[in-house]
């Protein structure tokens, strides 16, 4: 079983920055993707960023330009950078580790808000 600990989320004003950790318990050398995704209040769960085993990173629309994916394998851990934070930002923000050949893993989530 791996752990996943996010941090890093808070309250911020409109055009702020924050920077959300991911913490695994095992290393990140040897995955195939990591994601972030979020849930804002009374809405689907959506997929923000992803990262895949080679680093190749993509992103959804709604944040491309402002957010950006990055690991430091030595750390074990992997980051969202999100600048120019917008109140529609706003949700819970969770990671998720899938490892070669199985696992599947998430974090708890850190709640992200944003204040017009």
């Known amino acids: 079983q791996v752990q996943l600990v996010e941090s890093g989320g808070g309250l911020v004003q409109a055009g702020g920055s924050l920077r959300l950790s991911c913490a695994a318990s095992?290393?990140?050398?040897?995955?195939?993707?990591a994601r972030w995704y979020r849930q804002a209040p009374g809405k689907q769960r959506e997929m923000v960023a992803h990262?895949?085993?080679?680093?190749?990173?993509n992103y959804n629309y709604f944040v491309e330009g402002r957010f950006a994916i990055s690991r430091d394998v030595a750390k074990n851990t992997m980051y969202l950078q999100m600048n120019n934070l917008k109140p529609e930002d706003t949700a819970v923000y969770c990671c998720?580790?899938?490892?070669?050949?199985?696992?599947?893993?998430w974090g708890q989530g850190t709640q992200v808000t944003v204040s017009s």
């Open positions: 998720r580790i899938l490892y070669f050949p199985t696992g599947d893993y």
């Open positions: 095992r290393s990140i050398a040897s995955i195939s993707s």
């Open positions: 990262m895949t085993d080679g680093g190749i990173t």
